[in-house]
């Protein structure tokens, strides 16, 4: 195992991440990832098809460079609309499950008001701690 979840004593469990990650050996930083494929093409302008195809770009990335998706410690989430986010939560959940797999990652999400590409609705950056 390359990270071990941080959760300090009487802290309830967080929902869908972690709290802190103890992490060691190669860092991995992979850029924000949109909702396009690797040929820079949208397929949907449905908010949770657009996670599920960052989270498979960012999975391919880390595919790339030895990495599995256990070795993802830290992603950042950024979305144009908290309402729209809120409201896919099922589907994005049933995404993250199936392409991921695991939360004992530290996450972060915020609202923006744009991102730069304008039919993206969410950019997801991730760091990952690849064995060796």
Not at 31 to 46: L, N, T
Not at 92 to 98: F, N, P, Q, V
């Amino acid at each position: 195992m390359t990270h071990q979840a941080i959760l300090p004593a009487g802290w309830p469990r967080p929902k869908g991440y972690s709290n802190g990650v103890v992490a060691s050996g190669r860092m991995l930083f992979i850029a924000g990832m949109i909702g396009w494929d690797g040929q820079g093409v949208f397929h949907s302008d449905d908010f949770a098809a657009q996670v599920r195809q960052a989270l498979q770009n960012i999975v391919d990335v880390l595919t790339e460079a030895g990495g599995k998706p256990e070795h993802i410690v830290r992603m950042t989430w950024y979305v144009t609309d908290k309402r729209e986010y809120m409201a896919a939560a099922a589907e994005i959940g049933r995404a993250y499950r199936e392409i991921i797999g695991n939360y004992t990652i530290a996450m972060t999400a915020v609202q923006v008001v744009a991102l730069v590409e304008d039919r993206a609705k969410v950019e997801i950056e991730a760091t990952a701690m690849l064995p060796g």
